[in-house]
């Protein structure tokens, strides 16, 4: 079986905060350390109530702190809203603390809308260097040359792997020309899954970090006893992105009995469109539809979301796709 690896979205509940989202995040590491687990990453937004890990390093180094083997790292960060030698610098620091457990996902969209881009200082220009700033960040993880007069201290000779993000083919002609792992965002934009990867396969050229493509997919997975159970947890996700294009992203809601009333059609369509890789249901179920979504990618790696409202059916759900794909 292929790894697995888990995206946590460090989403704020109704009735909770901050603090308990990055603690239930942290606590979801720990047991997905023992439950076999590659990696855990975590996603920089900005300006989104229900989402805690704006600060991606720092969010990172409170999870890495609480765990030994498991890998940790960003899925990604949004290059172009900051300086490449700033980032070195924070995950250099990262990878000093913890090493051989950072990773580095790289993307292009700015992760927030564009009155936050003009708060973070950064034009929307900015993602048009985004090729150039990888290879800057990239040189600044190298060991570092006699006479180099800026180094990204504590970042040279660290190697921090690099990954490129993607929901498009831009990413993944990147990703092939540099020689880098890829991750497709299928969790929320499914449609160009297959060309994209089709396209990083075919023009791949092996550098010193990969010497053959590397591609992770982006799925969510809810499981549950039941198909039903499953489906009832579910709509915690389908509600989250119904707001989306409500234009209220809100904080993270309970489950309720029957989506039917909370959107409408229009909304359902879309909904369903965003959500169309998803894998609901029974540990039947979903072992079915993984090992389908494997077959029909040849994923080297699924990176799961697993957006369920109560933190310890969440873990359950976490547990039982590991059972079913481990055994």
Do not use: C
Request: glycine share 8%; charged share 20%; aromatic share 8%.
């Amino acid at each position: 079986m292929i790894p697995l690896s888990i995206l946590d979205l460090a989403r704020i509940r109704e009735g909770s905060n901050a603090k308990e989202a990055l603690d239930n995040a942290r606590d979801v590491a720990a047991h997905a350390e023992r439950w076999g687990y590659n990696r855990i990453w975590l996603a920089e937004h900005h300006n989104m109530a229900g989402i805690a890990s704006s600060a991606t390093s720092l969010a990172i180094q409170h999870v890495a702190a609480g765990t030994s083997t498991i890998r940790v790292g960003a899925g990604g960060i949004m290059l172009p809203n900051h300086a490449p030698y700033v980032i070195a610098e924070q995950f250099g620091t990262l990878a000093q603390l913890y090493p051989g457990r950072i990773d580095l996902g790289l993307g292009r969209a700015p992760g927030t809308d564009q009155l936050t881009l003009r708060a973070l200082r950064r034009s929307p220009q900015a993602s048009d260097t985004f090729p150039q700033d990888v290879l800057e960040l990239q040189a600044y993880f190298a060991e570092a040359e006699p006479g180099q007069r800026i180094q990204a201290i504590p970042a040279a000779g660290t190697n921090v792997p690099l990954w490129i993000l993607g929901s498009s083919n831009f990413g993944a002609m990147l990703a092939a020309e540099l020689g880098l792992p890829y991750g497709f965002a299928s969790h929320f934009a499914p449609e160009m899954l297959l060309p994209a990867l089709s396209i990083y396969r075919n023009r791949f050229k092996p550098s010193e970090q990969l010497p053959r493509p590397y591609a992770m997919v982006g799925v969510n997975i809810v499981v549950a006893d039941t198909d039903e159970e499953a489906k009832r947890l579910f709509t915690t996700q389908q509600m989250s992105f119904t707001s989306i294009f409500r234009g209220a992203r809100g904080l993270s809601q309970p489950p309720i009995d029957d989506i039917e009333t909370y959107w409408t059609d229009m909304e359902k369509a879309q909904v369903q469109r965003m959500l169309a890789r998803a894998i609901v249901g029974s540990p039947a179920t979903v072992k079915a539809g993984m090992q389908a979504l494997v077959e029909e990618t040849g994923a080297d790696e699924l990176i799961i979301v697993s957006d369920v409202y109560e933190h310890g059916k969440r873990l359950r759900s976490f547990e039982l796709i590991a059972d079913l794909w481990f055994g």
